[in-house]
């Protein structure tokens, strides 16, 4: 194969690899990764042609993080830089694996090792606790796609990816020896999730029981206002939306760190925005339940360090949470903490490192966290208050339908991102955790999208980038359980046990050909 004929399978992967995350459809990708798998075929066993397969694949992968994830560069120059790579290393265990036993093993366990291993790989950096960007995790992939999809209620994003990676194995293959039995396994297995899904999506009932929601969006300029501007513009205009909100809702949510206050996390609801929302909502809105992103420290009045990310200040220690706050709720539960949070801006793996070169002007530097979902009620309904990031993690937004919630809330401010794919990839995964909870999900954002989504992902109403307003819809209320809400990420779990079992094996099998057992 000529260095051309390389270039141009380079160029095709990452056309096919791309749209997803771009606005495009996710069913490219099905046969995306065929053309580096054909110059994984034409290269031999030496030791040069797998350090100039893993260039070949390192540049696909590199460049396809390049044109998806760019516009992370507008909040932190460090953020696509730092992705990018910790990215393209994940994908290269999996590819160059498979690369490096397809030489030697037969077809069959090499490609085992490529789903499978991918897949693990997929797992462990979402997983992770810290470095963990999960952007590119090839399910996500079907975000604008969700009628295609809709057995994630049963494999979660990791399922996406296997199919993706079992349809490119499959096309490979045909491609590579063409045969009409090749070519209808190919089909079947491209095909076969797409009529699952199909009759899963028109076959779907909605439950009778549905409550009246109200999102709010400010549309406050993260940099120049949000954290440095006035602080009673922006709880003047919070009041101005909610006095907009009609009495009907039962609840109304305001984006993530909404208040323009800090809280006192062991009261948060005296604090004095807080206090004039509280009087606005018992006035004008008895019924109804204000849930809203806020900023809260926690202090501790103990000499030694109590946490690892507890700060030193004021003369004691003190943790600082990116917190959902309930008022006018009907349990004591009122106060919620981000489980997960953004890699270099929230949590920091190398403190006093990295803090030095990532500044977005609002709460920066190494939060507090838990891993507790902490649901909200109001009029017998339970509310799951996910905040931002929770939402690229589906086992974490799942966790919240473990503890009851009914109906999920998402805060968000993605406005640090400006006006590019990065705000409405961040609503259209929502899409892709309705499917997998089978939960409806009202979502504000400080400057778009706001919206409600059906428990079937498909999305009721929703509000774009630079737009102020209310939107108020009516709600799916579920209570049941799908097998991904009970066991969480099994598929990735599995990959894991069985990439470990396929390595054992091609290890055993290449001691028994060495000593010529084979």
């Given at each position: 194969?000529?260095?051309?004929?390389?270039?141009?399978?380079?160029?095709?992967?990452?056309?096919?690899?791309?749209?997803?995350?771009?606005?495009?459809?996710?069913?490219?990708?099905?046969?995306?990764?065929?053309?580096?798998?054909?110059?994984?075929?034409?290269?031999?066993?030496?030791?040069?042609?797998?350090?100039?397969?893993?260039?070949?694949?390192?540049?696909?992968?590199?460049?396809?993080?390049?044109?998806?994830?760019?516009?992370?560069?507008?909040?932190?120059?460090?953020?696509?830089?730092?992705?990018?790579?910790?990215?393209?290393?994940?994908?290269?265990?999996?590819?160059?694996?498979?690369?490096?036993?397809?030489?030697?093993?037969?077809?069959?366990?090499?490609?085992?090792?490529?789903?499978?291993?991918?897949?693990?790989?997929?797992?462990?950096?979402?997983?992770?606790?810290?470095?963990?960007?999960?952007?590119?995790?090839?399910?996500?992939?079907?975000?604008?796609?969700?009628?295609?999809?809709?057995?994630?209620?049963?494999?979660?994003?990791?399922?996406?990816?296997?199919?993706?990676?079992?349809?490119?194995?499959?096309?490979?293959?045909?491609?590579?020896?063409?045969?009409?039995?090749?070519?209808?396994?190919?089909?079947?297995?491209?095909?076969?999730?797409?009529?699952?899904?199909?009759?899963?999506?028109?076959?779907?009932?909605?439950?009778?029981?549905?409550?009246?929601?109200?999102?709010?969006?400010?549309?406050?300029?993260?940099?120049?206002?949000?954290?440095?501007?006035?602080?009673?513009?922006?709880?003047?205009?919070?009041?101005?939306?909610?006095?907009?909100?009609?009495?009907?809702?039962?609840?109304?949510?305001?984006?993530?760190?909404?208040?323009?206050?800090?809280?006192?996390?062991?009261?948060?609801?005296?604090?004095?925005?807080?206090?004039?929302?509280?009087?606005?909502?018992?006035?004008?809105?008895?019924?109804?339940?204000?849930?809203?992103?806020?900023?809260?420290?926690?202090?501790?009045?103990?000499?030694?360090?109590?946490?690892?990310?507890?700060?030193?200040?004021?003369?004691?220690?003190?943790?600082?949470?990116?917190?959902?706050?309930?008022?006018?709720?009907?349990?004591?539960?009122?106060?919620?903490?981000?489980?997960?949070?953004?890699?270099?801006?929230?949590?920091?793996?190398?403190?006093?490192?990295?803090?030095?070169?990532?500044?977005?002007?609002?709460?920066?530097?190494?939060?507090?966290?838990?891993?507790?979902?902490?649901?909200?009620?109001?009029?017998?309904?339970?509310y799951g208050p996910a905040i931002c990031y929770e939402g690229i993690y589906g086992d974490c937004f799942a966790r919240f339908a473990r503890e009851g919630a009914e109906v999920m809330l998402v805060m968000s401010n993605d406005g640090w991102w400006g006006n590019t794919p990065g705000h409405k990839r961040l609503f259209d995964y929502c899409r892709l955790r309705a499917v997998e909870c089978r939960?409806?999900?009202?979502?504000?954002?400080?400057?778009?999208?706001?919206?409600?989504?059906?428990?079937?992902?498909?999305?009721?109403?929703?509000?774009?980038?630079?737009?102020?307003?209310?939107?108020?819809?009516?709600?799916?209320?579920?209570?049941?359980?799908?097998?991904?809400?009970?066991?969480?990420?099994?598929?990735?779990?599995?990959?894991?046990?069985?990439?470990?079992?396929?390595?054992?094996?091609?290890?055993?099998?290449?001691?028994?050909?060495?000593?010529?057992?084979?």
């Open positions: 194969m000529s260095l051309k004929i390389k270039l141009l399978c380079v160029v095709l992967s990452l056309a096919m690899l791309a749209p997803a995350w771009l606005g495009g459809s996710g069913l490219t990708l099905l046969v995306a990764l065929v053309p580096l798998m054909m110059i994984s075929a034409s290269y031999s066993d030496s030791a040069r042609d797998w350090w100039r397969m893993a260039g070949w694949a390192a540049l696909t992968f590199v460049l396809w993080n390049a044109a998806t994830i760019w516009w992370v560069w507008i909040a932190t120059p460090a953020g696509p830089i730092t992705a990018t790579i910790f990215s393209t290393f994940w994908n290269l265990v999996g590819f160059m694996l498979y690369h490096y036993v397809s030489k030697r093993a037969s077809r069959a366990l090499s490609y085992t090792l490529l789903a499978f291993t991918w897949v693990a790989t997929e797992y462990l950096y979402t997983s992770a606790e810290v470095l963990s960007f999960p952007w590119l995790t090839l399910g996500n992939g079907f975000s604008n796609d969700v009628w295609a999809v809709q057995w994630y209620s049963l494999t979660g994003v990791f399922g996406g990816s296997l199919w993706v990676l079992v349809s490119n194995i499959a096309i490979f293959e045909f491609v590579l020896r063409r045969s009409a039995w090749r070519a209808l396994r190919a089909g079947v297995v491209v095909t076969a999730p797409l009529v699952v899904s199909l009759v899963m999506y028109w076959g779907y009932e909605p439950q009778a029981e549905s409550v009246e929601a109200s999102v709010l969006q400010p549309n406050v300029d993260c940099y120049d206002e949000k954290f440095s501007g006035s602080e009673r513009a922006q709880t003047e205009n919070i009041l101005d939306l909610l006095s907009q909100t009609p009495s009907s809702s039962s609840v109304v949510v305001l984006p993530e760190t909404a208040l323009p206050e800090k809280l006192d996390d062991d009261e948060p609801l005296e604090g004095q925005v807080v206090g004039q929302l509280t009087a606005l909502v018992e006035e004008n809105l008895p019924q109804t339940m204000l849930v809203t992103g806020a900023t809260t420290i926690k202090y501790y009045e103990s000499q030694t360090k109590p946490t690892f990310t507890a700060r030193v200040g004021w003369g004691c220690y003190y943790d600082v949470f990116n917190s959902a706050v309930a008022i006018n709720a009907d349990t004591e539960q009122t106060l919620h903490h981000k489980m997960r949070l953004v890699i270099g801006v929230e949590t920091m793996p190398f403190t006093g490192f990295l803090d030095k070169f990532v500044d977005l002007g609002g709460i920066t530097g190494q939060l507090g966290r838990n891993d507790k979902a902490v649901v909200f009620e109001k009029a017998g309904v339970k939960r409806a999900i009202a979502r504000s954002a400080n400057t778009g999208v706001s919206g409600f989504i059906t428990p079937r992902g498909d999305v009721v109403e929703s509000m774009s980038w630079d737009k102020r307003g209310v939107l108020t819809a009516e709600v799916e209320v579920r209570d049941d359980k799908t097998l991904y809400v009970e066991y969480g990420d099994w598929v990735g779990r599995l990959a894991v046990l069985v990439s470990l079992l396929g390595v054992m094996y091609f290890v055993a099998y290449m001691v028994k050909r060495k000593n010529h057992l084979v």
